[in-house]
């Protein structure tokens, strides 16, 4: 670990704004992607589910 | 197939002609949006001479653009455009018909008005010379890549902006070759190599986009 | 006799009901793949890797742009690889990844953008210089939204398939022109932009790094695309048997999370 306490790791030496603005922004991209492509899924089984059940 | 690409030609020359201020609609816009950018960045001769070889060419780009749906719209609305694709192998004559009318109709007019242009921006002889020769090089690709985004968008809702979108990147080329060309001339150095390079553009473009839209109008109509 | 036997085995995979269930178990894998390399690659380059000495800590930005900028222009080509496929073969599967695969490269080219402008104010001092690489990465972002554009707003699949196919096929083989000339057009006016600070000396602890984000990204994109693709597959097919099957034979408490 080269960072010697936490704050200087979220101080990234004064860049902290921009490396964090960066990271969490992919970070939040990389999380709601995943969820919304899982619940188009979702919602698709389902309606599928209750047409086969009308069937 | 040389015959289907004059017949079609001819014919959509006919056509332009009869409605002459549907022709001359992306000229007419064309002057507008040039006159444009001295309002809005201010009438210094020196920013004016600076900006000019890109303002055109933009401004070419765009007319070209709008005035591209037309090329197949009317003639898929009454019906001659299904009658044209009945005609055996016709797909290739009808994409380079129409590319070729379109450029005769909007981008040589261009062409001719380009001198005007250049002297509302205090070109020099010599860029406005540069300035004509990208747009007979240039002008061309925007019609055939133009054709292209058309016959993609063939009676899509739409329309003009789905086609300046997607075409609008692959016109990138061209205008960066183009307006540089001008731009290097005005600068006092050679534009050999712009040529060379919007020269192979429009080589490439020539040979290829006929291809792609004549696939793009039987992915449109079967 | 082997090889037509295992020629058809393979063609199995081009049916959207043998993809449906294989997907379905490889999604998890890749899930946990791209996890663990993100958590490996990011101990190295958050935590382990030292400060550069000209451009501070804000170079470790990199260790996001530079993965993603790969991935928007893999992806494309990914992208455009399968679409050919799925028009030239009429494989309708393939047509479905190829739609899978669009928002996520289109995310990809919008994150490099976003990072890459982060990087570029520490260092270069604006949100935005006009270099040949960010200036390609926007234009690429165009053509990604020139294909989602165009696909959706053709109704009928089919011949959203075919046209978006000829879209992606004509805008990779114009990338390298289009490369080109945006390299060409920056060199030229070198003299009014700011020449942006090229990456810093890599040590070889920040390549490793690099490569595991990269890496990581990969199989991310793998588990979203095979997830978007079995939605997509769901949706178009949802007449068809094997949909039925699917749906019906699978309890909820199996495959309820992807």
């Known amino acids: ?55 | ?222 | 006799m082997t090889t037509t036997s295992s020629r058809l085995r393979l063609y199995r995979f081009a049916s959207p009901a043998t993809f449906y269930p294989l997907a379905g178990k490889l999604v998890p894998w890749f899930a946990a793949v791209a996890a663990i390399l993100a958590a490996w690659g990011l101990w190295l380059g958050m935590l382990r890797a030292p400060t550069d000495a000209t451009q501070g800590d804000a170079y470790r930005i990199i260790f996001i742009h530079v993965p993603a900028a790969w991935m928007s222009m893999l992806l494309y080509v990914v992208m455009a690889f399968w679409a050919a496929i799925g028009w030239a073969f009429n494989a309708r599967l393939a047509s479905v990844v190829a739609r899978a695969i669009a928002p996520t490269g289109a995310m990809f080219t919008f994150l490099a953008l976003w990072t890459g402008a982060l990087w570029g104010k520490p260092t270069w001092g604006t949100w935005w210089v006009w270099d040949a690489r960010l200036t390609s990465e926007l234009i690429l972002l165009f053509l990604y939204a020139g294909y989602l554009a165009l696909v959706s707003a053709i109704d009928e699949p089919r011949r959203a398939d075919r046209a978006g196919a000829l879209l992606a096929i004509v805008g990779s083989v114009n990338v390298p022109i289009i490369y080109f000339s945006v390299v060409w057009w920056n060199t030229l006016h070198q003299g009014a932009s700011v020449s942006p600070a090229a990456a810093p000396k890599m040590a070889a602890i920040m390549l490793q790094a690099m490569l595991l984000m990269t890496l990581a990204f990969w199989a991310y994109a793998f588990a979203v695309i095979f997830v978007r693709a079995r939605a997509i597959a769901l949706e178009r097919d949802n007449a068809a048997s094997w949909a039925g099957a699917a749906v019906g034979r699978t309890p909820a408490q199996t495959e309820a999370t992807t």
């Open chain 2, 1 to 222: 197939m040389s015959t289907t690409f004059a017949v079609l030609v001819g014919r959509d020359l006919r056509l332009a002609a009869r409605r002459r201020i549907d022709a001359a609609l992306p000229i007419a816009f064309f002057t507008v949006a040039i006159s444009l950018f001295p309002l809005g960045v201010g009438p210094e001769p020196q920013t004016l001479r600076q900006i000019a070889p890109g303002v055109v060419w933009v401004a070419a780009l765009l007319a070209a653009m709008l005035s591209v749906t037309q090329l197949y719209a009317t003639d898929l609305a009454d019906g001659s455009l299904e009658q044209m694709l009945l005609v055996p192998d016709a797909r290739l004559a009808i994409a380079a018909a129409k590319a070729a009318s379109h450029w005769l109709v909007t981008g040589l007019p261009l062409v001719v008005a380009a001198p005007v242009f250049g002297v509302m921006f205090d070109l020099s002889r010599e860029a406005i010379a540069a300035l004509v020769a990208s747009l007979v090089l240039g002008t061309p690709v925007l019609s055939l890549l133009g054709g292209l985004g058309a016959a993609l968008t063939l009676g899509l809702r739409s329309g003009a902006v789905l086609l300046i979108l997607i075409i609008v990147p692959l016109c990138i080329p061209a205008l960066i070759f183009g307006a540089g060309a001008v731009a290097a001339v005005d600068a006092g150095q050679s534009a050999r190599g712009h040529y060379s390079l919007l020269g192979a553009v429009l080589i490439f473009t020539a040979v290829l986009a006929p291809l792609a839209t004549a696939a793009a109008l039987r992915i449109a109509t079967e």
């Open chain 1, 1 to 55: 670990m080269i960072w010697n306490s936490a704050s200087d790791f979220f101080a990234m030496g004064g860049y902290g704004t921009y490396v964090w603005g960066a990271y969490v922004v992919t970070a939040a991209c990389m999380a709601i992607e995943p969820i919304l492509v899982a619940l188009r899924h979702r919602r698709v089984r389902r309606e599928l589910a209750a047409e086969e059940e009308r069937r």
